[in-house]
């Protein structure tokens, strides 16, 4: 089981930037895509950006711009690095190792989500 954890996040004045880390092992060699998401109390958790086994990275559309999605395969980790922060972002964000053409089945599995608050 490729189960992800989420670190990074913090307190922040709109404007500023975080880097939020999600440390996998094994999601290379299990070709798991890794997922970010956000979720704002008493709302839906919602995508921000993928990267795919392949290395393509997408994004949702309020994501394009400001956030970027990076793979350190040394590492095993995907960070999420979030520019010009707005309070909007604030949420808890959480990375999932996703299945994607050609994952093993130890893929499909959630981090507890770290916090990201964007306050003046």
């Known amino acids: 089981q490729v189960r992800p954890v989420e670190s990074g996040g913090g307190s922040v004045q709109p404007g500023g930037s975080l880097r939020l880390t999600c440390t996998a092992p094994g999601f290379i060699s299990n070709r798991c895509g890794i997922q970010w998401y956000r979720q704002v109390a008493g709302k839906q958790r919602e995508w921000v950006a993928s990267a795919a086994p392949d290395g393509r990275e997408t994004y949702e559309d309020f994501a394009q711009g400001r956030f970027r999605i990076s793979k350190d395969k040394d590492k095993e980790t995907v960070t999420l690095q979030i520019r010009n922060l707005k309070p909007d972002d604030t949420a808890m964000y959480y990375c999932?190792?996703?299945?994607?053409?050609?994952?093993?089945?130890?893929?499909?599995?959630w981090g507890q989500g770290t916090q990201v608050t964007v306050s003046s």
């Open positions: 999932q190792t996703a299945v994607y053409s050609g994952s093993s089945s130890s893929c499909d599995f």
